[in-house]
């Protein structure tokens, strides 16, 4: 299972400057860890200073509060600007800077709207842009890369993203099933102290809705009683009466949603989480299959993930241990663990995933 999990890297494309002078210069000043520094500072200090936005604040503490966030978003903006200067085009092919160009754009509107003095409420009845700026707390995910430990977890639920479908598609399954079961037998069941209008068995969407409520156990009891009710509470002329049975269908709903599904998401992230901590005690760990990364970007630079085989000895002779050969000086004991390594050609070139597998089962003992 690690083995798989570490086989999954790929390599992205690598940002090449401009040759232009201005290019060269910008370049150099994003990529010092000083730059760096100063913008997660301002990332911080960002959501402090929107942590401080309350109800029933005065006028001039609430323009102080928007000059300082438009400063903030002028900072953000021009460090795309910087960014863009120093890559050009090739700065939109990495998913992070992607992510980082959608807040750009929330900050330019904000930005926009800020400095002219609009009302937010100019497009009320299709988007209220104060919530935009909600979208920039993302931003501070940016700083994960500061702590191993939370970049560890946040690996982790990504990895678990496809099994944590499956569940929510076989949750939804079971949603369905009740949804239509419910419609059929409590469809009429007269309102009671829980049981209401949008909250009721009347129709498909309202069973949907009140079956995901109470799958997160909130008073699933007293629905389960509204839907219990007997003369001379109800009339069954009207057929308005429960069903003597009810319990039996939200016992079993709550044991199959609360206890089964919710468990599942639960095992499904620890086992991930399992995984990625033995990643970490395997003799290959992910930080050198990232050096293996690094160094794939300098001679694929577009990550298509193929190379001419006649660059894969000096590949690995540039690639430090324990995945490389940087210690097997002579050609014979270089051609030999290639050997060793069965990595197929085809037609003058390999793939990535064919040198990685081979790289991580030697190394790992696997």
Not at 43 to 57: D, F, K, W, Y
Not at 122 to 132: G, P, S, W, Y
Not at 314 to 338: F, I, K, Y
Request: proline share 4%; net charge positive; aromatic share 12%.
């Amino acid at each position: 299972d690690a083995l798989r999990l570490l086989v999954k890297f790929r390599p992205y494309p690598k940002l090449l400057v401009n040759p232009s002078r201005l290019s060269q210069w910008t370049a150099q000043a994003v990529e010092s860890r000083y730059f760096d520094w100063l913008i997660s500072g301002c990332i911080v200090a960002n959501m402090s200073v929107m942590s401080l936005e309350h109800s029933g604040m005065s006028v001039s503490f609430s323009d102080g509060l928007q000059l300082v966030l438009t400063v903030f978003n002028v900072i953000f903006i021009l460090e795309f600007v910087i960014k863009f200067v120093a890559y050009r085009w090739r700065f939109f092919l990495h998913r992070q800077h992607q992510f980082d160009f959608t807040l750009v754009l929330v900050c330019m509107l904000d930005f926009f709207f800020s400095v002219l003095k609009l009302n937010y409420t100019v497009l009320n009845d299709t988007l209220d842009l104060k919530l935009l700026r909600v979208l920039t707390v993302a931003r501070v995910l940016r700083l994960i890369r500061f702590s191993k430990t939370i970049f560890l977890l946040l690996e982790t639920l990504l990895y678990s993203l496809p099994a944590l479908f499956n569940i929510a598609v076989f949750m939804l399954v079971l949603l369905t099933s009740f949804a239509c079961l419910g419609v059929a037998i409590f469809g009429r069941v007269k309102p009671g102290r829980c049981l209401g209008p949008g909250r009721d068995f009347r129709n498909f969407p309202n069973a949907i809705i009140l079956l995901f409520v109470i799958s997160t156990g909130e008073d699933w009891g007293c629905f389960m009683h509204d839907c219990s009710v007997q003369p001379p509470m109800c009339n069954p002329e009207q057929a308005d009466c429960g069903h003597l049975w009810a319990p039996a269908f939200f016992v079993l709903l709550v044991l199959c949603m609360g206890s089964i599904v919710l468990n599942l998401v639960v095992a499904v992230v620890l086992d991930n989480v399992s995984i990625t901590i033995q990643t970490e005690h395997l003799l290959v760990k992910a930080a050198d299959i990232r050096r293996l990364l690094i160094l794939w970007q300098d001679f694929d630079h577009d990550a298509k993930l193929l190379l001419p085989t006649h660059r894969l000895p000096q590949l690995l002779r540039c690639l430090a241990l324990p995945l490389g050969l940087a210690q097997e000086h002579r050609r014979v004991d270089l051609l030999r663990r290639l050997t060793e390594f069965q990595i197929p050609d085809h037609g003058g070139y390999f793939h990535f995933v064919e040198l990685l597998v081979p790289l991580v089962r030697k190394h790992s003992k696997v």
